[in-house]
């Protein structure tokens, strides 16, 4: 079960351009809300490479073949690689196609008029990346946090204290009424996180 997001603004108009925020194994009903909605992607945008985040690409570029993806400058080898993106077990390994453009740390993007900032948040992987619009008070943060939990951190690229940095530096630094939407589990915000969450406190 993982959190995939279609991220489009609020206004009702054709032709809202949209971002695909990770691509799971099922990216089928993003697909049709896409269509349903009459928005346009722009770009599919990576907080990370694992499998249960990337499988979906390949469908989804057979709908929009020249869909830029994005990921963090330190994992741009993970799609293409089943040991890096941890589906080398599976009977199927996954070959994701690979990404057109890196992020990094401070990078600033913009989706119709709406900056987001790129928050390097690392440890689950070596590439996290956490979304954040601060208008909306929202931030996408792929594995790094959870609703009263964190990303795990014993994959070989995984490391612990980097991930617990992280989220204090780039996530906890946030307003407490910040959204924070995750890769699995329910929404949650920062300000319960930080006063709440067993693994990480402020």
Same mark, same amino acid.
Do not use: K, N
């Given at each position: 079960m993982t959190n995939c997001y279609v991220v489009h603004p609020a206004a009702q108009r054709p032709d809202r351009p949209c971002w695909i925020v990770d691509a799971g194994f099922d990216p089928?009903?993003?697909i049709r809300y896409i269509q349903q909605h009459k928005l346009t992607p722009?770009?599919?945008v990576l907080t990370h490479a694992?499998?249960?985040?990337?499988a979906g690409l390949e469908t989804i570029r057979q709908h929009w073949p020249d869909l830029p993806i994005v990921i963090h400058?330190?994992?741009r080898e993970f799609p293409a690689d089943p040991a890096l993106n941890l589906s080398i077990a599976l009977t199927e =390994?996954?070959?994701a196609p690979p990404p057109t453009g890196l992020l990094q740390h401070g990078q600033k993007l913009e989706l119709d008029g709406l900056a987001f900032e790129v928050r390097h948040t690392p440890g689950h992987s070596p590439g996290g990346v956490s979304l954040y619009q601060p208008d909306a008070a929202v931030v996408l943060v792929g594995d790094a946090l959870f609703a009263g939990g964190i990303g795990r951190f014993d994959?070989?690229?995984s490391d612990e204290e980097t991930l617990l940095q992280?989220?204090?530096t780039q996530l906890y630094?946030? =307003?407490?009424t910040t959204r924070v939407l995750s890769g699995h589990g329910p929404p949650t915000t920062i300000g319960h996180e930080r006063a709440h969450n067993p693994y990480v406190r402020a």
């Open positions: 089928e009903p993003m722009s770009q599919v694992h499998v249960d985040h990337i400058e330190a994992e =390994p996954v070959v994959f070989p690229t992280g989220i204090r630094t946030l =307003p407490d």
